[in-house]
């Protein structure tokens, strides 16, 4: 059996101290060392983006980083995307509100990479969004509701709300949403 090695770094603003195999990938310390199961496993080739966090703010795909390279490091992971107040990040309420999301495996690491685009970009364009996320698969959306989903959010960051398709159908058919439509 190999001997563990100690793993000092920051996940989602907090110390983590771990003594972990020197071989195990990010992915593997960040789901079974540390819990953190909403980062996913995907291919483990770097070829899927399910995995993708973000690195000392960077985008890096976690099934092929040696956990040790993190020493000293900062992770942030889907679970660090909400407040420490509960409330969902607008990157996580446009992908509700828009159907970003359907069976959600490839979810947080385009949330993840998305998160990076609009910290770097308040407003990019659909061929950005579409540029920046060229490393996430998606088999089950088509990606049109992705892009709208970062759209929406990139307005809601900048004190935006747009409304959408859906939000005009809820609102004319007497959803108990419609009154919420109305206000915006």
């Known amino acids: 059996?190999?001997?563990?090695?100690p793993l000092s770094f920051r996940v989602n603003g907090e110390p983590v101290e771990a003594a972990v195999a020197p071989y195990k990938t990010l992915l593997e310390v960040l789901r079974e060392d540390l819990g953190l199961t909403g980062t996913k496993?995907?291919?483990e080739l770097g070829e899927c983006g399910a995995c993708a966090v973000l690195l000392d703010g960077e985008p890096v795909l976690?099934?092929?980083v040696v956990a040790r390279a993190c020493e000293g490091r900062t992770v942030e992971t889907v679970e660090g995307l909400a407040g420490r107040d509960g409330a969902l990040h607008p990157l996580q309420e446009a992908f509700a509100d828009l159907g970003g999301s359907q069976?959600?495996?490839?979810?947080?690491g385009i949330l993840m990479t998305a998160k990076h685009l609009l910290d770097g970009n308040p407003?990019?364009?659909r061929d950005e969004?579409?540029?920046a996320l060229s490393g996430n698969l998606c088999r089950c959306t088509g990606y049109n509701q992705i892009f709208e989903s970062v759209e929406e959010a990139a307005a809601r960051l900048r004190g935006?709300?747009?409304v959408t398709h859906d939000d005009e159908h809820w609102a004319k058919t007497g959803d108990p949403l419609a009154a919420e439509v109305r206000k915006r």
């Open 123 to 125: 407003s990019p364009t």
């Open 160 to 162: 935006e709300r747009r």
């Open 103 to 108: 069976c959600g495996y490839c979810t947080p």
């Open 41 to 43: 496993h995907g291919c």
């Open 1 to 5: 059996m190999k001997s563990l090695v």
């Open 62 to 64: 976690s099934c092929l």
């Open 129 to 131: 969004i579409a540029d």
